[in-house]
């Protein structure tokens, strides 16, 4: 269960990375980079880390 979750939180720091470098490289405002980024991570997380532990759940049934 730990391995699903710094699976997500890795992807999370990725995705977040990402788009705040492609947003400030596209001019956009830091702090609206950053807000975005994120939210984008978080939303992530949230979702492959729900999924993942749901499935992992399933599995010990």
Not at 12 to 32: N, R
């Amino acid at each position: 269960m730990i391995d699903i979750l710094a699976k997500a939180l890795l992807g999370s720091v990725v995705i977040g990375f990402l788009v705040y470098w492609l947003l400030t490289l596209w001019g956009f405002p830091s702090g609206l980079s950053e807000g975005f980024a994120s939210f984008l991570g978080t939303l992530n997380f949230l979702l492959y880390g729900s999924i993942r532990v749901k499935e992992w759940i399933n599995d010990k049934r």
